[in-house]
């Protein structure tokens, strides 16, 4: 961290992404920089990646959706989440109708269903799996 006339013009990305209210906390921003999902000037950050007035970074949230954004100011300690806001600028990206109905359908297209239980089928699953086995038998 450069510090002149006690006036920040760097600081570490887990630290800015905190203070932006981006991420409820330091080390779930730190995670989410482990985890490659944050990037800075187009390459993947570190937590220990120094950010400055001008970055641009690029969050990808867990939907799978990214998030582009500016870096406006360097704040030396946490501010209100509304003063949070003023630290960054949200870039929007310009895309076509189709380019968005097709990121819709493969968003759809990439989510699973989740088994409602983990383990052994329960007896009543069992007879219904039995039931199914003997009438494919049949055809």
Same mark, same amino acid.
Do not use: H
């Given at each position: 961290?450069?510090?002149?006339?006690?006036?920040?013009?760097?600081? +570490?990305?887990?630290?800015?992404?905190?203070?932006?209210?981006?991420?409820?906390?330091?080390?779930?921003?730190?995670?989410?920089?482990?985890?490659?999902? &944050?990037?800075?000037?187009?390459?993947?950050?570190?937590?220990?990646?120094?950010?400055?007035?001008?970055?641009?970074?690029?969050?990808?949230?867990?939907?799978?959706?990214? &998030?582009?954004?500016? &870096?406006?100011?360097?704040? +030396?300690?946490?501010?209100?989440?509304?003063?949070?806001?003023?630290?960054?600028? &949200?870039?929007?990206?310009?895309?076509?109708?189709?380019?968005? !109905?097709?990121? !819709?359908?493969?968003?759809?297209?990439?989510?699973?269903?989740?088994?409602?239980?983990?383990?052994?089928?329960?007896?009543? !699953?069992?007879?219904?799996? !039995?039931?199914?086995?003997?009438?494919?038998?049949?055809?």
């Amino acid at each position: 961290m450069q510090q002149t006339n006690d006036i920040i013009t760097t600081q +570490r990305i887990d630290k800015w992404l905190n203070i932006a209210c981006l991420f409820k906390t330091r080390s779930k921003a730190s995670k989410a920089c482990d985890e490659r999902r &944050v990037k800075v000037n187009g390459v993947v950050a570190k937590p220990a990646t120094l950010v400055k007035s001008g970055d641009e970074i690029t969050l990808k949230s867990p939907g799978g959706k990214f &998030v582009t954004l500016q &870096v406006l100011a360097i704040s +030396r300690r946490n501010v209100s989440a509304k003063d949070a806001k003023s630290l960054y600028k &949200v870039k929007e990206l310009e895309l076509s109708e189709e380019a968005k !109905e097709l990121m !819709e359908i493969f968003a759809q297209a990439i989510t699973y269903d989740k088994p409602k239980y983990k383990g052994r089928p329960t007896k009543k !699953e069992r007879r219904k799996l !039995e039931k199914l086995k003997q009438e494919k038998e049949l055809f």
